[in-house]
């Protein structure tokens, strides 16, 4: 908590509530993705709570949830979707912690892109559930797996799913008629589970940031990363043939020296048993914030447009 970002040749200004609430009054914002993407909303909702509360509204979908800030006619929007394509169920014999799912790498999730032409902003961000157990279908077709540990299957890496996925959400955004808001493409924000495999527990146990001398990026977390960026410039280039406005709101760097702001243990009550520590989700108040420090940044960059 006592820890902030501090950008090269420049202050980034504490988060203003009110100033946020006066520049998406009357407009709506949705944040689409995973329980990473989740952690953001949590955060940016509890810094609106020192000016606003909201009431949320009764959501038609499982994966969709609502809130209306009524005083300032602002609704937000959480929409679950890990992977950003279609997923099933997988067979989870020979699987590891997690079963195996079934992804479409061409085949957008319908639960989000179907919503997104009634918002004004729209937040994505995927990234983490790519290095879970997965097979890949491209054209309806088995084309191989990751981590199946099926000796039948051709083993592809997490990093082509990831791109082909990432190719089809963006393309899918791009193809919705009339839709005029804004996309932001929030980046990954690296975990730090040590030398330790995730699965065998990890270690986040540091109270202090690293400096920029000590930081150490997994080199998985830097190749989705690396992935992101590509994909994200090539979908910006398009969407500004169109007229349509994509931002990267980038948190990798700022992000890798935090191994002090996860949940860690800590993030469950001590009477129950946790065999994985989190050092995947941010703590709230925590380094997360400063995600919608970014935001409300980017947003006012945008008025000035």
Known sequence: MKWRWKPDQCELPLFDAAQFLELVRSQSMAFIGDSVGRNQVESLMCLL???????????????????????????????????????????????????????????????????????????????????????????????????CKNKNITEISRYYGYRMALRTAFRSILRVPNYKGVTFFRTLSPTHFGSEDWVKGGNCSRTTPFTQQEMKVDANNVELYLTQVDEFRAAEREGRERGLKFKLLDVFEAMGMRPDGHPYHYGHPASKKQGISDCLHWCLPGPVDSWNEFLLHMLKMEGKD
């Open 49 to 147: 709570s020192n000016v606003a509360r909201p009431e949320e509204t009764p959501s038609v979908e499982g994966a969709l949830r609502q809130w209306l800030y009524r005083d300032y006619d602002f609704t937000l929007t959480l929409i679950w979707s890990p992977n950003l394509v279609k997923l099933s169920d997988g067979n989870r014999n020979g699987s590891s912690l997690l079963g195996l799912l079934n992804i479409y790498v061409d085949k957008v999730d319908e639960a989000w892109v179907a919503h997104i032409g009634n918002f004004n902003y729209v937040i994505i961000s995927a990234g983490h559930w790519f290095s879970r157990p997965l097979v890949y279908y491209e054209k309806g077709k088995l084309i191989g797996c990751h981590i």
